[in-house]
């Protein structure tokens, strides 16, 4: 349970530290472009090795790829709904539920990774959320004049639903069977891969221009090292 806590407080902090940064001030764009870029390319090399390759070597193809194709399909629905119902005229609920529809499928896999590590999906995680969070944040405060107090409510919501569900995730491990965890953790994967080609990678691209590919790179490389 500690190490869960630990391993969820490592991905809720650094988001927290990010909301602060961005409810008071104005960073450079291509350096935040370059921290999602980075960010990107940890979590393709943790999606690889850390969530679908556990089900593809115990469960095969058929299975994993049902699962991570699954994982996708929800977010991008959920995702969907989001932006239809709310819309940008209700900005932080909107925010607040995209960082927790974001964070939930990536913090799952954490929790349920944590047997064999997990410490590639940590970093990949927590390296994401800091660019993500002070984007989002910075929208708060300049489109609709989010105070400091207010914005760290929702932010502060966000991180603790996020360390909770870190902590649900590897509670459940003692359980269930390793062949349920690893399709629990290719699923989580494929809301993963959606959530980069949803908003990290273009947002990376859009604000960052075509050099953010070399951050991606070296990323995928931190994160591979890490796990190897």
């Known amino acids: 349970m500690w190490t869960a806590l630990l391993y969820g407080l490592g991905t809720a902090i650094p988001m927290l530290i990010g909301a602060i940064v961005g409810l008071v001030r104005d960073l450079p764009t291509k350096a935040l472009a370059a921290m999602m870029a980075f960010g990107a390319g940890s979590m393709i090399a943790a999606v690889s090795t850390e969530l679908f390759q556990p089900a593809f070597d115990s469960q095969g193809i058929a299975i994993a790829a049902s699962a991570l194709l699954g994982g996708a399909?929800?977010?991008?629905?959920?995702?969907?709904?989001?932006?239809?119902?709310?819309?940008?005229?209700?900005?932080?609920?909107?925010?607040?539920?995209?960082?927790?529809?974001?964070?939930?499928?990536?913090?799952?896999?954490?929790?349920?990774?944590?047997?064999?590590?997990?410490?590639?999906?940590?970093?990949?995680?927590?390296?994401?959320?800091?660019?993500?969070?002070?984007?989002?944040?910075?929208?708060?405060?300049?489109?609709?004049?989010?105070?400091?107090?207010?914005?760290?409510?929702?932010?502060?919501?966000?991180?603790?639903?996020?360390?909770?569900?870190?902590?649900?995730?590897?509670?459940?491990?003692?359980?269930?069977?390793?062949r349920h965890i690893a399709i629990i953790q290719a699923f989580a994967g494929g809301a993963t891969i959606a959530v980069l080609a949803d908003s990290l990678m273009p947002e990376a691209y859009r604000d960052g221009g075509w050099w953010v590919g070399l951050s991606t790179a070296f990323g995928f490389i931190v994160a591979f090292a890490l796990g190897a």
């Not at 349920?112 to 995680?125: D, F, K, P, R, T």
């Not at 609709?144 to 919501?157: I, N, Q, Y």
């Open 73 to 178: 399909l929800v977010y991008v629905a959920a995702d969907r709904l989001i932006e239809t119902k709310l819309g940008p005229a209700a900005l932080g609920p909107a925010l607040m539920l995209g960082a927790l529809l974001d964070g939930i499928p990536e913090n799952t896999a954490l929790g349920v990774s944590l047997e064999g590590g997990g410490i590639v999906l940590l970093v990949a995680v927590a390296v994401g959320n800091v660019p993500e969070a002070v984007g989002s944040a910075a929208a708060m405060r300049k489109r609709h004049g989010f105070r400091l107090s207010r914005g760290l409510a929702l932010w502060g919501t966000v991180a603790a639903v996020l360390v909770l569900v870190v902590l649900l995730a590897n509670s459940i491990t003692d359980v269930i069977t390793a």
